[in-house]
């Protein structure tokens, strides 16, 4: 969370995508796997590890990534169903959010900084409307880097046209968050909506 109040005008906020828009959890995707193969769904995640950053880095594509993945825990299963339980990481908007979103909508230009990929991009586009309020998504499979590594942040600042000191960036993981603050960006470690809004509130960026 910030320390301290910010002293000059924030003109955009930029918000993470995984559990701080969208709720994202990888347990759905590894009992479907576990259930079909003969590791267990820790033995799968660590697996799945590699070629995962690999995939959200756009090193590989999706077709590589099945195909890494399926070799990774000796698993015999189709492309399509492959993705269809890789997709079943994505639930649903986090509570509360989208009143968020909305409110700031009207007072900020929104921006996405996320570590993804292909598939669940193209996912969460397809089912979630909440993405429509954002003008610019910055993604790591894109970028070809992962928050919160300092090439990330350094393209998406050289994209924007505001100086760090007037972003306003919200993630769930304060590794991240702390990377952002080290370019001298305003950043909060979100926790959940109410205590987003609260923060917001305290500093003047919601009324």
Known sequence: MMNNQINS?????????????????YQKFLENLSLNGKYTESEIYNLL??????????????????????EKI????????????WCSVVSELVDGIDKVVDKLNK????YLLSNTNEAHMKYIQDNFKILK???EYFLSYKIGSMKPEKEIYEYMLGKLN???EELFYIDDKLENVKAAQEFGIHSYNFINSNELIKHLQSINLME
């Open 9 to 25: 005008k924030v003109e955009a906020i930029i918000f993470d995508l995984g559990n701080v828009l969208v709720k994202i959890d």
């Open 49 to 70: 590890a590699e070629p995962a950053i690999l995939y959200e880095k756009g090193i590989i594509n999706s077709k590589t990534f099945y195909e890494k993945g399926i």
């Open 107 to 110: 007072k900020f230009p929104l």
């Open 74 to 85: 000796a698993l015999r299963i189709d492309y399509k169903h492959f993705y269809y339980a």
């Open 162 to 164: 505001f100086k760090p």
């Open 133 to 135: 309020y954002f003008k």
